[in-house]
Nanobody, 121 residues
Framework: QVHIVESGGGVGQPGGSLSLSCTAS????????QGWYRRAPGKEREWVAT???????NYADSVKGRFTISIDQRQNSVYLEIANLQPEDTASYYC???????????????WGQGTQVLVSS
């Protein structure tokens, strides 16, 4: 069984910064990629950023230049740094990890429970 736990987030002021963390644990053979999605109030979930096991990163156009995704492979953790917070960053942020458990041929996606980010002055 695989567990995905997010932490961080909270309330930030416009122009400020926040950090999110996500750690995968349990029956893990290989983590292929880790990333973040978000769902703003009244909107559908959107992809934010992904980092592969070879550290190649990809970002949604809406967050390029302000969001930074990174990993600590020893800790099975992925991080999201949000700079220059904007009101539209208010959302629930979900960690998504593509993990191959032991004795399985293919990876599958695992989700965390979400962590809240509120941008307010």
């Amino acid at each position: 069984q695989v567990h995905i736990v997010e932490s961080g987030g909270g309330v930030g002021q416009p122009g400020g910064s926040l950090s999110l963390s996500c750690t995968a644990s349990g029956s893990i053979y290989k983590i292929h990629s880790q990333g973040w999605y978000r769902r703003a109030p009244g909107k559908e979930r959107e992809w934010v950023a992904t980092i592969r096991s070879d550290t190649v990163t990809n970002y949604a156009d809406s967050v390029k230049g302000r969001f930074t995704i990174s990993i600590d492979q020893r800790q099975n953790s992925v991080y999201l740094e949000i700079a220059n917070l904007q009101p539209e960053d208010t959302a629930s942020y979900y960690c998504n990890s593509l993990i191959r458990p032991p004795s399985t041929p293919n990876p599958r996606a695992y989700w965390g429970q979400g962590t809240q980010v509120l941008v307010s002055s």
